[in-house]
């Protein structure tokens, strides 16, 4: 049981992750009336996605714990015991998902949303705007941390299943 929390906590996170990236934002874009309204519900769904992605990441952690305990308690798995479960390269997957999720929601979004208030609107500010250029290269840490952290959880999933079939 516990093991399917892990899986199903990481499926989850990656696809909100996915839909977000591939579905949410490019439709909104598409669809809304003005790149500010797009902007808007993207950022939105994003603060969502990264407060559940979060959630998922320590329920991830948390039930690894649990696991833990169980098979020391059990001792089936005494190689274990020296704690070298948390040192398996998922964990370390989903420590650096959180880590770059947590720092993407508490330092580049904030500042996004800063700019986008001083400029009223992304749209009307001219291209050679400070503010705009500022606001274009937090979007490219913005994006490469996503990326990053869906990379992440591929290989954490990958990982994971590997960790099943040796099991």
């Not at 902007?39 to 769904?45: D, E, K, L, Q």
């Not at 999933?157 to 099943?164: K, T």
Request: with cysteine.
């Amino acid at each position: 049981m516990l093991r399917t929390i892990e899986f199903l906590s990481l499926s989850l996170w990656l696809g909100a992750d996915v839909f977000l990236s591939f579905v949410v934002a490019p439709g909104a874009f598409s669809v809304l009336p003005s790149r500010d309204a797009a902007g808007a519900i993207v950022g939105y769904a994003l603060t969502r996605m990264h407060i559940g992605g979060i959630l998922c990441g320590i329920i991830f952690l948390l039930v690894r714990l649990l696991r833990s305990g169980f098979l020391l308690f059990h001792g089936s798995h005494p190689e274990r015991s020296d704690g070298s479960l948390f040192a398996s390269p998922a964990v370390a997957c989903v420590v650096l998902m959180i880590a770059l999720t947590t720092i993407s929601q508490a330092f580049v979004s904030p500042r996004m949303a800063a700019l986008r208030l001083q400029m009223g609107s992304i749209e009307a500010t001219a291209p050679g705007s400070p503010l705009l250029a500022a606001f274009a290269r937090l979007h490219r840490v913005s994006v490469s941390f996503e990326s990053a952290v869906l990379l992440a959880g591929i290989a954490a999933m990958y990982l994971l299943v590997r960790e099943s079939s040796h099991a």
